[in-house]
């Protein structure tokens, strides 16, 4: 199954597909707004003023799988933009992990991080950054949205684009 095929439900409840955000640089992340790891949010918000009208896009999952996130659809809302600004869409929970694992993460957790390892997501904020080609790249949690293999991966990207 290709990864733009996969149907996703935005936090507001409208269903689409991954493919809405075909053809750009789309970062991936299960997000949770109790989760210590949540000050990410400011600089996936500062990558997605950065670069949105380039080509890129995060894409945040909020995901309760490690027990941190809010219940209710609203109140993620309320809290990601009252609290962090944030302007890129967001999705409606899911699960990362297990029996439930949402369709897309089933394909995303096939990728490697940088250590070679695949599979289960180890915690909140972990990030996929999938290219227009389709190439994915894995980076756990501890990795900083605007770490400088997320940027120049990016940054990369965007200049083979443009020329």
Known sequence: MGLD?????????RTTTFGEWAGQIRLV??????CGLAP??????ALQEKYRDRGFTVLGFPSNQFLQEYLDS???A???SATWGVTFPMMAKVWVNGRGQHPLYRELTKTPDTAGKAGRIQWNFEK???????AVHRFRPQTVPDDPAIIGLIESA???AAS
Do not use: H, W
Request: with cysteine.
């Open 5 to 13: 095929s996969i149907e996703v439900t935005t936090l507001d409840g």
């Open 78 to 80: 309320e809290y990601c």
């Open 29 to 34: 992340v299960n997000v949770a707004s109790r």
């Open 74 to 76: 609203e109140k993620i």
């Open 128 to 134: 996929f950054l999938v290219m227009p080609d389709g």
């Open 40 to 45: 990410q949010y400011k600089a996936l918000e």
């Open 158 to 160: 965007l200049t083979r």
